[in-house]
């Protein structure tokens, strides 16, 4: 879609067409949906037909020619297994810890007799994972020629948060989307949306030719096809919501369940996380039981649980979500969300038994380990900035340095301590500070003042790297203050910031005879390192390395390596990627031989001039 105005003019006007001429719309909107297939299906065809079209008529026509015009009839195979490489495409299944059979049996036997009662095509497996959240996930076979795999994905949060009852309503909604829910049609565009999207990350990760080539179509194709399947996309939440009624003997039980996530959602990123976050600041180690935490906060009321749920109830999910506002699912179901107690039982106690206590340990070591340097450095920062703090406040300070004060300052504060006069006058005195706008442009936003967007966007002038998280906050403000003009106006800049950043990320790797480089300029100990590297790796004679001049608004070096290789190589890729997985660099890096590349090859290393590695010196 070219802009986001654009989008909701279209979706709109198909609102009123599926109204109107429901038939017609389906009809239109089957026929996007074959496009899609109809450009895979055409271009392998197209590339071996023509191939032996060739073969054909050459044959019919004077045999001794096929041997001579052998290399024209490989031209359209090598095109054909190109297309066929950059469409082969393993989509994997849904993250998560995957049910083995009988295990967990009390929870198998519900699910399946829910999917029995829901219609739906049989599971190739239930996943639990992290989320907060449950999903059907239809794992393509050949992007969906073959069929489908199905997968139920319940979140083990979100298990510890709901009473039996209403997990059971939101698997039966779960498999609404399997079939069960709006039909045949329905599941179909369903999974359609799905694939496209998965299809073109998978693209987007691909750095072929042939890859490029189906990139540029599915990117116009998949935004398009889900403006235009949207309309049906809503609808068939709703219907997923009736299924989950009938099956559940009524949707009170559902519409507990989306009130209670929506509500545990804003307890969650708004109460738990930043405590979580405190604690980095507290502690010198993260808890060792991160998930049975997490449960145990989700089962517990909350003073500000009626806030949520009337924030919930309030919002407008605009273009931007396939599900309907709470308040219009609640009043499809009929029904009304009672109060929010705590379960005598948690779905996850009562289904998973045993298996709980573990996932809880396996999920938290798992996070554990990953949060774990990130919270040693969190720790350490604010160590040092006690220190800094201590030594400022028995300084004499600048303006900088006064504003450096209160910033470090603010972070060990109460939060109902009010620091914004301060804030704000000594951000007036050094203007030219970006930690300055961003926390006072923040801490307006937050007090609901919209005088805070200016202060964003001064910080986006002076540091571009912050566009990104600048445009999200502007977004959100202007969204939960129900100002959509205006949030669909940054969400249009946000969107052609990302597509610069996908052309800058473009240009980075791409080789063109116009690159330009600069000495690589690495230190004495970085240098070192590398050298250390390409030694231990064993096949490289010498490195030369350069950096590479990159557009305005690029963030971060890029490197080039280029390589010669030590005897002989019988796997040039193989041996580039063992280099990739040895070296570390202050940036992003390529590395390549000349191989297929002489005359850029060449540049480079003249440019270079000495190698930074020669094997024996």
């Keep these: ?23 017609w719309y389906r009809i239109q909107l089957a026929a996007l949906a074959l496009l899609g297939f109809s450009v895979l299906a055409g271009s392998l065809i197209g590339a071996f037909g023509m191939s032996v079209g060739l073969i054909v008529a050459l044959a019919a026509l004077k045999p001794a020619l096929l041997a001579h015009l052998f290399k024209l009839v490989l031209i359209p195979l090598i095109f054909g297994y ?34 029995r009662a829901a219609g739906a095509p049989p599971l190739a497996g239930i996943v639990i994972d992290t989320e907060l959240n449950a999903a059907a996930a239809s794992v393509p076979r050949l992007l969906g020629l073959l069929g489908h795999r199905h997968f139920l994905v319940l979140g083990l949060p979100l298990m510890q948060a709901l009473s039996c009852e209403q997990l059971a309503a939101v698997i039966a909604h779960e498999f609404g989307h399997l079939g069960g829910g709006h039909g045949r049609f329905g599941a179909w565009i369903y999974r359609v949306r799905l694939s496209w999207f998965r299809l073109l990350q998978a693209l987007e990760a691909r750095q072929a030719w042939a890859s490029g080539m189906f990139q540029r179509f599915f990117g116009w194709y998949a935004p398009y096809f889900n403006a235009y399947s949207f309309v049906l996309a809503r609808e068939n939440e709703l219907a997923a919501d009736r299924i989950a009624a009938r099956v559940s003997g009524g949707g009170q039980a559902l519409a507990d369940a989306l009130a209670r996530t929506c509500v545990l959602d804003g307890r969650l990123h708004q109460g738990f996380f930043p405590a979580l976050d405190q604690a980095a600041e507290q502690q010198p180690q993260p808890p060792e039981r991160l998930y ?157 003042d919209p005088a805070g967007e200016a202060h964003l966007r001064r910080a986006m002038a002076l540091e571009a790297a912050c566009t990104g998280a600048v445009l999200e906050r502007l977004y959100g403000f202007h969204q939960a203050r129900g100002e959509h003009q205006a949030a669909e106006q940054v969400q249009a800049e946000f969107l052609a910031w990302q597509d610069a950043q996908r052309e800058l990320d473009a240009h980075r ?52 390596m280029l390589v010669q290789w030590r005897g002989l190589v019988f796997s040039r890729s193989r041996a580039l990627q063992r280099l990739v997985d040895a070296i570390e660099l202050p940036g992003s890096f390529q590395v390549l031989d000349s191989g297929d590349r002489r005359r850029y090859a060449s540049a480079l290393r003249r440019q270079a001039g000495m190698p930074v590695w020669t094997r024996g010196r």
């Design 1 to 23: 879609m070219q802009s986001v105005e654009a989008r909701r003019a279209l979706v709109e006007r198909l609102q009123r067409r599926a109204v109107e001429a429901p038939v």
């Design 82 to 115: 190109s297309v066929l490489r950059a469409l082969w495409v393993r989509i994997e299944p849904p993250d998560g810890y995957r049910l083995a059979p009988g295990e967990a049996p009390e929870l198998q036997a519900e699910v399946e007799r829910i999917r």
């Design 292 to 448: 049975r935490d997490i449960g145990a906060a989700l089962r517990h009321a909350h003073t500000d649980d009626a806030q949520w749920l009337d924030r919930a109830l309030d919002r407008d999910l605009g273009l931007e979500d396939t599900h309907p506002p709470l308040r219009i699912r609640l009043q499809a179901l009929k029904a009304q969300p009672m109060p929010l107690d705590e379960p005598a039982q948690s779905a996850a106690e009562r289904l998973l038994g045993p298996l709980l206590p573990r996932l809880e340990q396996v999920f938290s070591e798992r996070w554990r380990a990953g949060v774990q340097e990130q919270w040693t450095a969190r720790y350490q920062q604010r160590q040092a900035q006690r220190d800094r703090i201590a030594v400022l406040a028995q300084a004499e300070r600048s303006p900088e340095q006064e504003l450096e004060y209160l910033l470090l300052a603010g972070n060990f504060q109460p939060g109902d301590q009010d620091q914004l006069p301060e804030l704000q006058a000594a951000v007036a005195r050094a203007p030219q500070l970006l930690e300055g706008h961003l926390r006072l442009g923040a801490s307006l936003l937050d007090r609901d």
């Design 509 to 560: 790797f791409r080789l063109s005879s116009d690159d330009s480089f600069l000495p690589h300029g690495l230190s004495d100990q970085a240098l070192a390192s590398l050298r250390h590297a390409l030694a231990s790796v064993g096949n490289v004679r010498r490195a030369w390395l350069v950096r590479k001049v990159l557009g305005a608004g690029a963030q971060g070096d890029h490197y080039l």
